[in-house]
Each structure stands twice: as structure tokens, then as C-alpha cells.
């Protein structure tokens, strides 16, 4: 439990979810998503497959998926399982 303000919150953990795109367009993901301030933070993690990690607060995840969805033929965006070669953790890994 997290206490803020003396009031005891539930603590909660960032998703994480995977995408490909071509790797040109990672840097315009990245600016779209810091228009979002919060919605995501997103990570490269093979730039020349255009493979990205992108962490998701809880609460976002119906905005950041409606945003993904509207961009999906534009930024030519997937999402995909998690890489192998990945030490991120999901809270549902």
C-alpha cells in the first residue's frame, strides 16, 4: 500500500506492452505520446526492427489504446508479444 497524504492507496504497477513499427516512425510515436503527457513512456528496444516497449499506467490504457488505434494505418503500428531478448516485466508476466 502506498500512503499519500495520510490516506493508504493501493500501490499499482505500469503495464507493458509491445509494438512494431517501421523505425522511421518511432521518433513520431515519441512525440505524439509527450502530447499525452503521462499516457505512456515509451522505450526503443531494437530500433533498426522498429521494436518498442512502451510502459502504461493503469488508467491510461483505454486513452493510449483508442490513440494506437487511430494512428494504426498512419504510423503502420502492431502490437506484438513480448521479445525474447527482453528483461521487461509485465504485471501480468
Known sequence: MLQCSGVKQPATQDLVRFYRLPHERIVDLIFLLEGYEGIAVPRTLDKEQGIIELL??????????????????????????????????????
Open 56 to 93: 502504461i499506467a493503469p488508467d491510461f490504457l483505454p486513452e493510449l489504446e483508442a490513440l494506437l488505434r487511430d494512428l494504426r494505418e498512419e504510423l503502420q503500428i502492431s502490437e506484438i508479444p513480448k521479445p525474447d531478448h527482453t528483461k521487461s516485466k509485465s504485471i501480468l508476466d
